[in-house]
């Protein structure tokens, strides 16, 4: 009985298609994850803008999480909101600040935040309006 010479050949292309198929579907993970999350808190982002209710917010609290996205802080602050028709409360709130905008939060500043009064003290349903 001979042993099949091809078969290494083609066992070789199978493998070589497979890698081929595996990397494409992580390149489209890895490039559709981020755009799909882009997308989404844009579109949150305009819900907010669209139907919030604006208010302010006294910055209570600010802590450095350590970490940078695209160069920029993320921050965790504490928040004493303030809306129309509802008592002051309380809110603690993690979010990426650029830069130029970081002398605009800090301890004892009032910021301008729309808030989705459908669920107030939910951080994601808040935003600060940073000028």
Same mark, same amino acid.
């Given at each position: 009985?001979?042993?099949?010479?091809g078969?290494?050949?083609?066992?070789?292309?199978i493998m070589v298609c497979g890698s081929l198929l595996c990397t494409a579907i992580i390149v489209a993970v890895a490039i559709?994850?981020?755009?799909?999350?882009?997308?989404?808190?844009?579109?949150?982002?305009?819900e907010l803008m669209a139907k919030g209710t604006q208010g302010e917010a006294k910055i209570l609290s600010?802590?450095?999480?350590?970490?940078?996205?695209?160069n920029q802080p993320? #921050?965790?602050? %504490?928040?004493?909101?303030?809306?129309?028709?509802?008592? =002051?409360?309380?809110?603690? +709130?993690?979010?990426t600040v650029p830069l130029i905008r970081l002398s605009q939060v800090? #301890?004892?500043? %009032?910021?301008p935040v729309m808030v989705d009064l459908s669920? =107030?003290?939910?951080?994601? +349903?808040?935003?600060l309006l940073l000028k």
């Open positions: 009985m001979e042993p099949f010479i078969g290494g050949v083609v066992l070789t292309l559709g994850v981020p755009i799909y999350i882009m997308k989404n808190n844009q579109k949150r982002a305009e600010l802590q450095d999480t350590g970490m940078l996205i695209n993320r #921050v965790t602050m %504490v928040l004493e909101i303030e809306v129309a028709m509802r008592p =002051p409360y309380q809110v603690t +709130k993690t979010l800090q #301890v004892g500043s %009032v910021v669920d =107030p003290t939910n951080p994601d +349903k808040i935003g």
